[in-house]
């Protein structure tokens, strides 16, 4: 099956630092790709969709200056939080569409960050 | 306002007993819906979908889902639920030809021996 992979899996950082999460799909080409956030014992918020080449639409809510979502190529995107702060520690998720859209998203491990 | 409802934060069943787990949406149109199912430290897994067509779907794991649109539900079943199958299951909807994606809130399952 198709695989999504995201890197790094753990991250801890200080407060103020920016932290950078990879996605990427590695055995098929994902024209969307999407970024949540997960916190405990509850359920995936969609925070954007980033189409390649374009520019993420982002959720309301969600601060885009804060979260920078990149889509450069058809196999990656990524995601930075900016000057990270403790309320950011989260687990951050990705997914991918593949290019037939088929409609099945495929799931990255999923990246947790810890703030001090 | 647009949502994906899961109803049940935890349910607990026997196993060998039969499982229902509870899902609505309110979106203008019939969406693409969808049942994820997360195990403890896994990613997510696709347990079944459906687009249209027959409104009784199955998918993996012996896992079916009835859509009915009157009710704007989409609700998951099995039979026969095995211990297995303990984890956190989650609805989701697809809109505007899969550009965007929505999550229920999520299930827990407990499965008693």
């Known amino acids: 099956g198709a695989v999504v992979s995201q890197h790094p899996s753990w991250v801890i950082c200080k407060s103020g630092t920016s932290v950078k999460i990879e996605c990427r799909s590695l055995?098929?080409?994902?024209?969307?790709m999407f970024w949540y956030r997960q916190f405990p014992k509850q359920s995936l918020m969609l925070m954007a969709t980033?189409?390649?080449?374009?520019?993420?639409?982002?959720e309301q809510g969600v601060e885009k200056d804060k979260f920078l979502i990149n889509h450069a190529s058809l196999t990656l995107s990524t995601l930075t939080v900016t000057s990270a702060h403790p309320e950011d520690s989260s687990f951050y998720i990705c997914?991918?569409?593949?290019?037939?859209?088929?409609?099945?998203?495929?799931f990255g491990e999923g990246s947790r960050l810890t703030v001090l | 306002a647009q949502s994906v409802t899961q109803p049940d934060i935890h349910i607990t069943v026997s196993e060998g007993a039969s499982l229902e787990l509870r899902c609505n949406y309110s979106?203008?149109?019939?969406?693409?819906l969808f049942w994820y199912v997360q195990s403890p430290g896994q990613g997510l897994q696709l347990l079944l979908k459906?687009?249209?067509?027959?409104?009784l779907v199955q998918g993996i794991k012996g896992f079916e889902a009835e859509f009915k649109r009157s009710q704007s539900s989409f609700n998951l079943r099995k039979p026969s639920v095995h211990w297995s199958d303990a984890a956190e299951y989650f609805c989701?909807?697809?809109?505007?030809?899969?550009?965007?994606?929505?999550f229920g809130s999520g299930t827990k399952l407990n499965v008693k021996p």
């Open positions: 979106y203008g149109a019939t969406p693409y």
């Open positions: 055995d098929f080409q994902a024209t969307t």
């Open positions: 459906y687009f249209s067509g027959d409104t």
């Open positions: 980033s189409n390649e080449g374009s520019k993420a639409t982002y």
């Open positions: 997914s991918a569409s593949h290019r037939d859209n088929s409609g099945e998203l495929f």
């Open positions: 989701a909807v697809g809109l505007y030809n899969f550009n965007k994606f929505y």
